[in-house]
């Protein structure tokens, strides 16, 4: 399915999207896009979506239209009403075998789709005369959606919820992106229809996290990087090996001393005559020898025990922050990196790669220019387990200097925000579109 790239218009996806929930999901359902208050685009073919056994026929109704159609053998369904002027209140509702689902107060009318970085992120509480919309009435037929952030590898099939439409009123309007309300307001103003507007956004982040991988594969060299990130959505751990790979070629041509290091990285590693640290805030206050003045590449090492129970249980690792460029091991696996110093490093670990036991982990950090180092709290350093609870990492560190390097920018995998590729349109936008 071909992806939609202009990011600020009548979104139309919702009259030709296809259905497109879990495989799994056999209960009948919509997708949760169809929730009440919603606004569906009007004059266009309108799709309806959702989940139902297997072979099941439905029947969709709304406004006084009716279609039907049949779950397919994945229990995913698709079906297509007629074309509607703007209007309603309507109730959706789709029926299957004396079994029903509804949505209320649904509106047909012109639907946006606002999407970008932090000047979209700007909540309308934020923003210049922003109290005087909550002096007027309420506008029942003005709505929004706020689609929560969620960085994908590959397209997928729902929003991550919880997410709903919500009616404009003085007590909802400042949750909305301030750009997306304005806009949406005028227009409404002079089309005088209803007008639902999805806001879906992340500061800082490049076009290309927004681009398809069908289109982004067409506008340059993308080819190898978008083909890492499809494979880290099927093999993390293969596409993690090869990124380690791709890390260490770039290492070997701008610093051939921290490539050699590499044996820091072996769990039988001898760090016994390295300085001890508890990191938190910038290696520069951090009083170990050599680090007051220096800018480039350390080596952090820890040990922690696990019991098997715990190893097997074991599927996070959670550093904090980090300044800047990060690259992560465990037992002499790479679990992840990451390149920017305010974003919290919190990688899934495959199974396996935990031990019963002895467990070593090696974090070489970049330094941006202005300190480095584990720069969080110990507090938010553990290890994440499969029924939510964590187990603290210990609070001190070995720590050893390496490289004294400056203006170096070491490249983030094509799979991590804010500079990733396809992965932001897989994750917030391909569930809109089906």
């Given at each position: 399915?071909?992806?939609?790239t202009r990011?600020?218009?009548p979104?139309?996806a919702?009259?030709s999207?296809?259905?497109?929930?879990p495989?799994?999901?056999?209960?009948l359902?919509?997708?949760?896009?169809?929730?009440?208050?919603?606004?569906l685009?009007?004059?266009?073919?309108?799709?309806?979506?959702?989940?139902?056994?297997?072979?099941?026929?439905?029947t969709v109704?709304?406004g006084g239209?009716?279609?039907t159609?049949?779950?397919?053998?994945?229990?995913?369904w698709?079906i297509?009403?007629p074309?509607?002027p703007a209007?309603?209140?309507?109730?959706?509702?789709?029926?299957?075998?004396g079994?029903a689902?509804s949505?209320?107060?649904?509106?047909?009318g012109?639907?946006?789709l606002?999407?970008g970085?932090s000047?979209m992120?700007?909540l309308?509480?934020?923003s210049?005369n922003?109290?005087?919309?909550?002096?007027?009435?309420p506008n029942d037929?003005?709505?929004f959606?706020?689609v929560?952030?969620?960085?994908?590898?590959?397209?997928?099939e729902?929003?991550?919820g919880?997410v709903?439409w919500?009616?404009v009123?003085?007590q909802?309007?400042?949750?909305?992106?301030?750009?997306?309300?304005?806009?949406?307001?005028?227009?409404?103003?002079?089309?005088?229809?209803?007008?639902?507007?999805?806001?879906?956004?992340?500061g800082?982040?490049?076009?290309?996290?927004?681009?398809?991988?069908?289109?982004?594969?067409?506008?340059?060299d993308?080819?190898?990087?978008?083909?890492?990130v499809?494979?880290?959505?099927?093999?993390?751990?293969a596409?993690?090996r090869?990124e380690?790979?791709?890390?260490?070629?770039?290492w070997r041509?701008?610093?051939?001393?921290?490539?050699a290091?590499?044996a820091?990285?072996a769990?039988?590693?001898?760090?016994?005559a390295?300085?001890?640290?508890?990191?938190?805030g910038?290696?520069?206050?951090s009083?170990?020898?050599?680090?007051?003045?220096?800018?480039g590449?350390a080596?952090?090492?820890?040990t922690v025990?696990?019991t098997e129970?715990?190893?097997?249980?074991?599927?996070?690792?959670?550093?904090?922050?980090?300044?800047?460029?990060?690259?992560?091991?465990v037992?002499?696996?790479?679990v992840?990196?990451?390149?920017?110093?305010?974003?919290w490093?919190?990688?899934a670990?495959p199974?396996?790669?935990?031990?019963p036991?002895?467990?070593?982990?090696?974090?070489?950090?970049l330094s941006?220019g202005q300190?480095?180092?584990l720069s969080g709290?110990?507090?938010?350093?553990n290890?994440?387990?499969?029924?939510?609870?964590a187990?603290?990492l210990?609070?001190?560190?070995?720590?050893?200097r390496?490289?004294?390097?400056?203006?170096?920018?070491?490249?983030?995998?094509?799979w991590?925000?804010?500079?990733s590729l396809?992965t932001?349109?897989n994750?917030?936008i391909?569930p809109?579109?089906?």
């Amino acid at each position: 399915m071909k992806e939609t790239t202009r990011l600020a218009m009548p979104l139309l996806a919702l009259a030709s999207a296809c259905a497109c929930l879990p495989a799994q999901a056999a209960e009948l359902g919509l997708a949760r896009i169809f929730s009440d208050h919603a606004v569906l685009q009007r004059d266009q073919p309108i799709a309806v979506w959702g989940t139902a056994d297997a072979g099941r026929k439905l029947t969709v109704a709304l406004g006084g239209q009716t279609a039907t159609g049949s779950a397919d053998a994945h229990g995913k369904w698709k079906i297509q009403l007629p074309p509607q002027p703007a209007g309603g209140p309507y109730t959706l509702k789709v029926t299957s075998d004396g079994q029903a689902v509804s949505r209320a107060d649904i509106l047909v009318g012109d639907v946006y789709l606002c999407s970008g970085q932090s000047n979209m992120e700007f909540l309308q509480r934020a923003s210049t005369n922003a109290l005087a919309p909550t002096y007027g009435p309420p506008n029942d037929s003005l709505r929004f959606l706020n689609v929560q952030k969620n960085s994908a590898a590959t397209p997928q099939e729902e929003l991550k919820g919880p997410v709903a439409w919500t009616p404009v009123t003085a007590q909802t309007v400042g949750d909305a992106s301030a750009v997306c309300y304005y806009m949406a307001r005028t227009l409404q103003g002079q089309y005088k229809v209803p007008v639902g507007f999805i806001n879906a956004s992340w500061g800082g982040t490049t076009i290309q996290s927004w681009i398809g991988a069908e289109s982004l594969r067409t506008l340059g060299d993308y080819t190898a990087r978008v083909d890492a990130v499809t494979q880290y959505g099927v093999d993390p751990a293969a596409a993690m090996r090869g990124e380690d790979a791709r890390d260490e070629v770039w290492w070997r041509a701008h610093d051939a001393a921290t490539a050699a290091q590499r044996a820091y990285l072996a769990p039988d590693f001898d760090d016994s005559a390295w300085p001890t640290v508890t990191p938190s805030g910038s290696w520069k206050d951090s009083g170990v020898t050599g680090f007051k003045e220096f800018d480039g590449v350390a080596w952090y090492r820890t040990t922690v025990t696990l019991t098997e129970a715990q190893a097997q249980a074991a599927n996070a690792l959670r550093l904090g922050p980090i300044d800047t460029y990060d690259s992560t091991w465990v037992n002499g696996v790479r679990v992840g990196a990451g390149a920017m110093s305010w974003t919290w490093r919190d990688y899934a670990v495959p199974a396996g790669v935990f031990k019963p036991g002895r467990n070593v982990i090696v974090v070489r950090v970049l330094s941006g220019g202005q300190g480095g180092g584990l720069s969080g709290q110990p507090d938010m350093r553990n290890i994440g387990l499969k029924d939510g609870q964590a187990i603290p990492l210990p609070a001190a560190w070995k720590v050893q200097r390496g490289s004294a390097v400056k203006g170096l920018a070491l490249p983030p995998a094509p799979w991590d925000v804010p500079t990733s590729l396809t992965t932001l349109y897989n994750g917030m936008i391909a569930p809109l579109v089906g």
